[in-house]
């Protein structure tokens, strides 16, 4: 399969692809991390358009513009926050990428950048984070061509570390 996935070291509100997924929380209605960087980012339009949502579950997603953006789109689902492990969070965890990618194919998003969901504030063990997104994301690209690139866009060193190990483990 030629290559679809990448895991890069950014910062997601510059990057160049047609939606970035926000790592948001259920009330949609901005906060701090990716998300704080994302709102001040778009500019308070996108605030005002997410207002009108009212707000969304653990492990859905919904789609907003991307205003003052690169991106045409922002996909915003938000994470499990980290309890343990025993909450279903891995399963939550997994529906955010599977959500969020068949929203982007839903509006005919050829492009979309991931942040690491959940592994700031929500405090997500990063490695079980990585194998769970790398797993959904090449899981939906081995079944679906209409998607032709998804990025990880990781913001620090020990992150894209381990997602690139994450990757590299997959494809063996
Ligand atoms: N670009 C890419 N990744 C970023 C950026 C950025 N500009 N800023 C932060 N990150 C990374 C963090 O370093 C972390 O690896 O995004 C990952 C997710 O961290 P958070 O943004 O804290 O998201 P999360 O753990 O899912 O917690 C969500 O935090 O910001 C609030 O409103 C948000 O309540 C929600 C909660």
């Not at 509100?13 to 906060?31: E, M, P």
């Not at 996909?75 to 980290?82: E, K, L, N, Q």
């Not at 194919?105 to 050829?110: A, G, L, N, V």
């Given at each position: 399969?030629?290559?679809?996935?990448?895991?890069?070291?950014?910062?997601i509100?510059?990057?160049?692809?047609?939606?970035?997924?926000?790592?948001?929380?259920?009330?949609?209605?901005?906060?701090?991390g990716?998300?704080?960087?994302?709102?001040?980012a778009?500019g308070?339009?996108?605030?005002l358009?997410?207002e009108?949502?009212?707000?969304?579950p653990?492990?859905e997603?919904?789609?907003?513009?991307?205003?003052?953006?690169r991106?045409?789109?922002v996909?915003?689902?938000?994470?499990?926050?980290w309890r343990g492990g025993n909450?279903g969070?891995?399963?939550l965890?997994?529906?955010?990428?599977?959500n969020?990618?068949?929203l982007?194919q839903?509006?005919?998003?050829?492009?979309?950048?991931?942040?690491?969901?959940s592994?700031?504030?929500?405090?997500y063990p990063?490695?079980?984070?990585?194998?769970?997104?790398v797993?959904?994301?090449?899981?939906?690209?081995?079944?679906?061509?209409?998607?032709?690139?998804?990025?990880?866009?990781?913001?620090d060193?020990?992150?894209f570390?381990?997602?690139?190990k994450?990757l590299?483990?997959?494809?063996?």
């Amino acid at each position: 399969m030629a290559e679809r996935f990448f895991v890069i070291k950014g910062d997601i509100v510059r990057v160049k692809t047609q939606a970035i997924v926000n790592a948001a929380n259920t009330s949609l209605l901005g906060g701090g991390g990716v998300d704080g960087a994302i709102h001040r980012a778009a500019g308070k339009e996108l605030l005002l358009e997410c207002e009108t949502l009212g707000g969304c579950p653990t492990g859905e997603a919904k789609i907003t513009s991307g205003y003052k953006l690169r991106a045409e789109y922002v996909i915003h689902t938000p994470g499990p926050i980290w309890r343990g492990g025993n909450k279903g969070e891995a399963e939550l965890l997994a529906n955010c990428y599977r959500n969020s990618l068949k929203l982007a194919q839903e509006y005919d998003i050829t492009s979309i950048s991931f942040p690491s969901i959940s592994t700031g504030v929500y405090r997500y063990p990063v490695e079980q984070a990585a194998d769970i997104a790398v797993k959904e994301i090449m899981t939906f690209l081995e079944n679906n061509n209409d998607i032709e690139k998804v990025q990880m866009v990781c913001f620090d060193e020990i992150t894209f570390r381990t997602y690139e190990k994450a990757l590299k483990n997959y494809k063996k």
